[in-house]
């Protein structure tokens, strides 16, 4: 587990702290400097996530996939998702520390508590894919790409090749099908989290006077 992730862990913990004892770990809300740094660092954290999320799931990932050859596509994605997922779990650790700070559980309203349920559910489906999907689809890719190096075929863009030569080689057939269950729940995890997301960003929108 690199630095990155265990700050991440950390910055959880210390989020679930503030979510089931704020006061023990921040004292009491006195004031406004208090609840103005906790809406920004609120605000900051769920931007961050919110944008990173949307370029890199709807944008960013297919521009490349369309543009460059498949295993350098693979090998890039290796390093960048790592790290994506490191960023938005502690943008989302910080964004639930911080709405539970100023609406802690005890005196939130029904709204307040699903907004919380939202981000917590974004929280752990970005945690899943930091410490078990995406290991998991590097793996599993790194052992696709021996196969195909053996086969002569991965350099090329797009899968037309992967899928040709996968109807006579039973191999490749089966790492395909294993590769696809594993990126196929990290990518789940991943859209879920995106939609939690999504309802909170209604919710923000609803609170805002332009």
């Not at 989302?92 to 939202?118: D, N």
């Not at 696709?144 to 040709?164: A, F, M, T």
Request: net charge positive; charged share 15%.
């Amino acid at each position: 587990m690199g630095w990155a992730t265990r700050f991440s862990v950390a910055v959880c913990f210390f989020a679930a702290g503030i979510l089931f004892a704020p006061e023990a770990l921040l004292g009491a809300r006195s004031g406004t400097g208090a609840v103005t740094a906790a809406k920004l660092a609120h605000l900051i954290s769920f931007a961050t996530s919110w944008g990173a999320a949307l370029w890199a799931t709807f944008i960013g990932g297919i521009i490349m996939f369309k543009n460059l050859p498949r295993h350098q596509f693979g090998n890039l994605q290796s390093k960048m998702f790592p790290a994506y997922f490191t960023l938005i779990s502690a943008c989302a650790a910080i964004s639930v520390a911080a709405f539970a700070y100023l609406h802690p559980w005890k005196t939130a309203s029904a709204v307040e508590r699903y907004q919380l349920g939202f981000l917590l559910s974004a929280l752990g489906c970005d945690l899943s894919n930091l410490l078990v999907f995406t290991p998991m689809t590097i793996e599993m890719m790194k052992k696709r790409h021996k196969i195909e190096r053996d086969l002569s075929i991965g350099e090329e863009v797009g899968w037309s090749k992967n899928q040709e030569v996968a109807k006579t080689n039973p191999t490749l057939a089966a790492m395909n099908k294993k590769f696809g269950m594993i990126h196929g729940l990290s990518s789940l995890a991943n859209i879920m989290s995106f939609g939690s997301l999504a309802m909170h960003s209604w919710y923000l929108a609803s609170k805002l006077e332009l």
